[in-house]
Nanobody, 124 residues
Framework: VQLQASGGGLVQPGDSLTLSCATSRGSVNDRTMAWFRQRPGMGREWIAVLSWNGATIDYANSVKGRFLVSRDKAKNSVYLQMDSLKPEDTAVYYC??????????????????WGQGTQVTVSS
């Protein structure tokens, strides 16, 4: 599976942005997908996960209530809708996939496939 994250950009505080994660080879369907981010000077952190069967969706406390992860099987894509963005959301955002039918995990070491990252900058 080759993942491609896109949709990042420069926005102002309070704005919304939607990131996309698509595959150039393989499928994101039937896979647990997660979003991670790496803020400047910090390690990569998990922020959202969507289980392969859609039964589990979870968010880090820092984004809960503001971010929404979803999947469009017809488009073979996963999305991260980000609302009420804050300057501290500035980061490189990565999508990641587990192998088929594996359950959600929050550690980046549990993910086998990664996108290249897309930069999100929140600044006035």
């Amino acid at each position: 599976v080759q993942l491609q994250a896109s949709g990042g950009g420069l926005v102002q505080p309070g704005d919304s942005l939607t990131l996309s994660c698509a595959t150039s080879r393989g499928s994101v369907n039937d896979r647990t997908m997660a979003w991670f981010r790496q803020r400047p000077g910090m390690g990569r952190e998990w922020i959202a996960v969507l289980s392969w069967n859609g039964a589990t969706i979870d968010y880090a406390n820092s984004v809960k209530g503001r971010f929404l992860v979803s999947r469009d099987k017809a488009k073979n894509s996963v999305y991260l809708q980000m609302d009420s963005l804050k300057p501290e959301d500035t980061a490189v955002y990565y999508c990641a996939s587990r192998k088929l039918y594996l359950m959600p995990r929050l550690s980046q070491g549990d993910y086998d496939f990664w996108g290249q990252g897309t930069q999100v900058t929140v600044s006035s």
